[in-house]
């Protein structure tokens, strides 16, 4: 059995203007259209957050040059992990536009945290030396004589005191001496370098620069004073001892 339909049409064949009730209920599908799509879309921006470029890494390069009347030492040393301030001990480029104020760059960071960093290109400045019988990591279970202790106090591009960035490297050396745990000497290094450019990699190839004359003068103190004390103590060992 058929069911009479509205008749949409006007006549002549023409279409009625839509009641106010019709253009609710089209208005209303409408909507319920779209909400399986926004959902997805929701859905879909949920899957991979933070998307976008990934950061470029940047690494320093150790030392290779050095003065040639260094000594050649036949002790062993160890470099404790370095310390530095939290905001220093990441992986990320610090800078400075004022000096109460740390920053960093966007989109740039280290291959690893600064500190651990420093002491990677220590120990291989120290080999490429060539002037040192043994030197390694702490946890490297070397029985050594003497520990060099370090803290990174500056890692940072400077803005604040100068026409463009300044890449400001600075470490304080103690050296200790085994077993007896005594200090030999503490010496702090430091060096700013200017960078060519505000681009970031001109900003990296100062903070090489930097970290290359730290690098030197470290090296060279800790085997010229750790000598000198070796020395010291080998003599007082082959002298004889007296009883009363």
């Not at 030396?129 to 990174?152: P, Y």
Request: charged residues 20%.
């Amino acid at each position: 059995m058929r069911q009479n339909k509205e008749d949409d049409t006007a006549p002549g064949g023409a279409a009625a203007p839509a009641g106010p009730a019709v253009l609710q209920r089209r208005q209303s599908l409408k909507a319920l259209a779209a909400l399986p799509f926004a959902g997805f879309a929701a859905a879909c921006s949920n899957i991979v957050p933070g998307q976008g470029p990934p950061p470029t890494l940047y690494r320093l390069t150790p030392k290779s040059t050095f003065r040639e009347d260094l000594p050649q030492v036949e002790w062993q040393l160890v470099l404790e992990p370095p310390a530095s301030a939290a905001s220093l001990n990441t992986t990320r480029i610090a800078l400075q536009h004022s000096p109460t104020q740390l920053e960093y760059y966007a989109r740039s960071g280290w291959t690893d945290q600064a500190p651990f960093m420093l002491q990677t290109l220590m120990v291989e400045s120290f080999e490429n030396s060539g002037k040192i019988l043994s030197v390694a990591r702490e946890s490297g279970g070397l029985r050594a004589d003497f520990v060099l202790k370090t803290e990174l106090r500056e890692f940072q591009t400077i803005y604040y005191d100068s026409d463009g960035p300044k890449a400001l490297v600075a470490v304080n050396a103690k050296l200790i001496q085994l077993p007896q745990r005594s200090i030999i000497g503490s010496q702090n290094f430091q060096h700013s370098v200017a960078a060519k450019s505000d681009q970031i990699d001109s900003v990296v190839l100062a903070f090489d620069d930097a970290l290359d004359k730290v690098l030197r003068r470290l090296v060279e103190w800790t085997l010229i004073e750790g000598q000198a004390a070796y020395e010291r103590s080998d003599q007082r060992r082959r002298q004889p001892r007296t009883t009363g």
